[in-house]
Nanobody, 115 residues
Framework: QVRLVESGGGLVQPGGSLRLSCTAS????????MNWYRQPPGKQRELVAS????????TYADTVKRRITMARDNALKMGYLKMDSLEPEDTADYYC????????WGQGTQVTVSS
């Protein structure tokens, strides 16, 4: 059973931090590149960060790269997105995505940045 499950979202005040996690199961996670996407309210989904299967190549969207760090632990079949200095504009549903010859998606976790 293929599963990608995000967790760690919630309500945070502006300037705060969150660490999102993605737990994978049912496929060879180490062979897949990992992406984090987000979809703000009323807007289309956008790519936030990408990490190669080896963990050696990481890319970030220009809008967030100064404030986020992506990582993965292939042994634990986990992916992470650490977000600092959060702003109201970061409010969105965040999704993890695993890609190789197939494309798997999690159900999303909501991040709300508000005072």
């Amino acid at each position: 059973q293929v599963r990608l499950v995000e967790s760690g979202g919630g309500l945070v005040q502006p300037g705060g931090s969150l660490r999102l996690s993605c737990t994978a199961s049912g496929f060879t996670y180490s062979m897949y590149s990992m992406n984090w996407y987000r979809q703000p309210p009323g807007k289309q989904r956008e790519l936030v960060a990408s990490l190669a299967s080896t963990g050696g190549t990481t890319t970030y969207a220009d809008t967030v790269k100064r404030r986020i760090t992506m990582a993965r632990d292939n042994a634990l079949k986990m992916g992470y997105l650490k977000m600092d200095s959060l702003e109201p504009e970061d409010t969105a549903d965040y999704y993890c995505n695993a890609v190789w010859w197939k494309n798997y998606w999690g159900q999303g976790t909501q991040v709300t940045v508000s005072s």
